[in-house]
């Protein structure tokens, strides 16, 4: 098992510009989980989903847009990048309700925007 | 407002000696859990231990331990036996009954040899 993956591991955007991030899991986990982190601030979470075509706000949403069409799959979208979405973005996934609540999390993705 | 604080942004232990990380969290919650992420210079956040608040006694895992006080809402964990491979960033982690996770800000723990 891969595990959490996510795509792509670099990127540098000019401001202004638009990507999609990936992130995939093979565990048949029904929440994921999107968060970014910042030096000194820890991981703030940016938008969840508790199941396949549903995604609900987190912390720091504004400017973020996410999709769930497929159960392995939590896309994190930025419509219009800013030097302020400067970070690093990490992916996570965890099982059903009951289970060990433990999240997965991918490598991460360092984004610069300039 | 903060929900999880860490207080100690940086802290040194040396090898084979105990050191305290300390976290406190904000709640109005009965019914909730409690994690230690740690993140090593590779970024990867691997779950140290877990806590569920319903539970009395206090999570073991080998060399790590929490001491959970629900009534000070305080969730610190103690690293036993200091080993080098234990410098990293630990973030507590709090998971609210709406399935979200709020992070402390970290402590930076350096095991000197």
């Known amino acids: 098992n891969a595990g959490v993956t996510q795509t792509p591991k670099f990127r540098v955007l000019k401001t202004g510009q638009s990507m999609t991030l990936l992130c995939a899991q093979d565990?048949?986990?029904?929440?994921m989980y999107w968060y970014r982190q910042d030096p000194g601030m820890g991981l703030r979470l940016i938008h969840y989903s508790v199941g396949e075509g549903t995604t609900a706000k987190g912390e720091v949403p504004d400017g973020y847009n996410v999709s769930r069409l497929k159960k392995q799959n939590f896309l994190l979208g930025l419509e219009s990048a800013a030097p302020s979405q400067t970070s690093v973005y990490f992916c996570a996934s965890r099982g059903p309700s009951g289970s060990s609540y433990e999240q997965y999390f991918g490598p991460g993705t360092r984004l610069t925007v300039t | 407002a903060q929900t999880v604080t860490q207080s100690q942004p940086e802290m040194s232990v040396q090898e084979a000696e105990t050191v305290t990380l300390s976290c406190t969290y904000d709640?109005?919650?009965?019914?909730?859990?409690l994690f230690w992420y740690k993140q090593p210079p590779s970024r990867q956040m691997i779950l140290v231990i877990r806590?569920?608040?319903?539970?009395?006694q206090n999570a073991t895992e080998n060399r790590f331990s929490v001491n959970f006080q629900k009534a000070a809402k305080s969730f610190s964990l103690k690293i036993s036996d200091s080993q080098l491979g234990d410098t990293a960033m630990y973030f507590c982690a709090f998971m609210k009954q709406s399935n979200q996770f709020y992070f402390g800000t970290g402590t930076s723990l350096t095991v000197i040899p």
């Open positions: 709640t109005s919650e009965n019914n909730y859990y």
């Open positions: 565990m048949n986990h029904e929440y």
């Open positions: 806590q569920e608040a319903y539970k009395q």
